[in-house]
Nanobody, 128 residues
Framework: QVQLVESGGGLGQSGGSLRLSCAAS????????WGWFRQAPGKEREFVAA????????YYVDSVKGRFTISRDNVKNTVYLQMNNLKPEDTVVYFC?????????????????????WGQGTQVTVDS
């Protein structure tokens, strides 16, 4: 059974940093594309970042460019989201997602429906 489990959320300070992790089990995700999304109450899930299978390509929503960094460790079957210079508007639930990529270099998958597996989400709260 495939499981994606996020961790690392919690309370952060405005201008501070948090690092989210998403550990996958149940299969090998080395050829998959990983994505991070976030969702505020009552709003649609928003794309944040994506990384291709080899980490040669990444893509970010404009609001996090220069502040967030997505990375992956294929040996550990884990994807990370390093969040720096946190802002109060980053206070939402963050979800990791995986898409079967067949080792494709393409990374511009920004829609929920384009991903096959999802984590349960982790809350990030930025104290202003």
């Amino acid at each position: 059974q495939v499981q994606l489990v996020e961790s690392g959320g919690g309370l952060g300070q405005s201008g501070g940093s948090l690092r989210l992790s998403c550990a996958a089990s149940g299969r090998t995700f080395s050829s998959y594309i990983w994505g991070w999304f976030r969702q505020a109450p009552g709003k649609e899930r928003e794309f944040v970042a994506a990384i291709n299978w080899s980490a040669s390509s990444t893509y970010y929503v404009d609001s996090v460019k220069g502040r967030f960094t997505i990375s992956r460790d294929n040996v550990k079957n884990t994807v990370y989201l390093q969040m720096n210079n946190l802002k109060p508007e980053d206070t939402v639930v963050y979800f990791c997602a995986a898409r079967a990529g067949h080792s494709s270099p393409y990374v511009y998958y920004t829609q929920e429906r384009q991903y096959d597996y999802w984590g349960q989400g982790t809350q990030v709260t930025v104290d202003s």
